[in-house]
């Protein structure tokens, strides 16, 4: 596969006081009756609380921005919650006539950075949102403990399917990168649900390390095309910034990775020619289309890009 770029998007407003810089995670949903692509995203005060807001695009052009409306639809979590220090989208999706957003929780840590774990609001219009619960609907577990989040939800074969980060330990890197910093251990994992609320996961991981490199993944994006399930995700390695990667299963449980036909890197200048992560893709009328963040893991934005 081929992306043509479109270019920068979407910057955050620093004059904004809940949305000082990043726009991380574009997370699209197609609203038909008003033709327009609506297009979560999550960004930060000055002190880095974390809080998501939305763009709409046109569905024919998504260059083009249709309303700004420049006010978060979520908010932190009350002091204790999971998510009191911050709330970025994961994926939307509809059940019996109610817009479900899952989204992911953070709460700084103080032997670790942080933990993540998946939270869920729900809208009836698809502008206010009232979170489910002040508790995750994918917690923690023996094998899971400090991060389960990310979630792309999808529903299928009459059931909910998700694919989602999973911690598995933290590590401590020194590399050119990474100056003796913790970092996160990640693989992806599979979970299914008969209401969309409460998920029964694989131990089996859906996509693994494939060497010493790599370290992790972010931001899982799946996508069923016929028979086919397509993911993108961010391939985290130790000594290069997150790139792109593409994987392709038949039974959404076991996959090939293919990502050198992800047809998408980084740029030789400008807002993602460091970095190219969190991509979300979706067809609308025959396109398709990737939302995808870039340098500095949002800070600088997402861009649209248009397959070939």
Not at 103 to 123: D, E, K, N, V
Not at 155 to 175: A, C, H, M, P, Q
Request: net charge neutral; proline share 5%.
């Amino acid at each position: 596969m081929e992306w043509i770029k479109k270019g920068l998007l979407y910057c955050p407003d620093s004059n904004v006081w809940w949305s000082k810089q990043y726009a991380m995670y574009p997370t699209p949903f197609f609203i038909p009756e008003k033709n327009i692509i609506r297009v979560f995203f999550g960004t930060v005060d000055e002190n880095f609380y974390g809080r998501t807001s939305y763009i709409d695009v046109n569905a024919d052009d998504p260059s083009q921005i249709v309303n700004n409306p420049k006010n978060y639809i979520l908010d932190l979590g009350v002091k204790g919650t999971f998510d009191d220090c911050g709330v970025t989208p994961a994926s939307a999706i509809n059940i019996n006539n109610k817009l479900h957003f899952y989204y992911s929780g953070f709460c700084r840590s103080h032997m670790s950075p942080y933990h993540i774990f998946s939270g869920l609001a729900t809208s009836e219009d698809g502008e206010s949102f009232k979170k489910y619960s002040k508790v995750p609907v994918m917690d923690r577990t023996d094998l899971e403990y400090f991060d389960r989040a990310g979630q792309s939800v999808i529903f299928d074969e009459g059931i909910y399917k998700s694919w989602y980060v999973s911690g598995v330990k933290w590590e401590t890197l020194n590399t050119a990168l990474f100056k003796n910093k913790p970092m996160p251990v990640h693989i992806v994992r599979y979970a299914t649900s008969k209401d969309g609320i409460n998920w029964t996961a694989l131990e089996k991981p859906s996509i693994d390390l494939a060497n010493e490199e790599e370290f992790g993944f972010g931001r899982p994006w799946v996508w069923k095309d016929g028979e086919t399930y397509r993911m993108w995700y961010s391939i985290r390695c130790k000594n290069s910034p997150y790139r792109m990667g593409y994987a392709e299963s038949k039974n959404g449980i076991d996959w090939t990775r293919k990502d050198d036909e992800v047809g998408i890197k980084v740029s030789e200048s400008g807002w993602d020619s460091e970095m190219v992560c969190y991509g979300a893709v979706i067809k609308v009328k025959n396109k398709t289309f990737m939302f995808y963040n870039g340098n500095n893991h949002g800070a600088t934005g997402f861009g649209l890009a248009v397959l070939k």
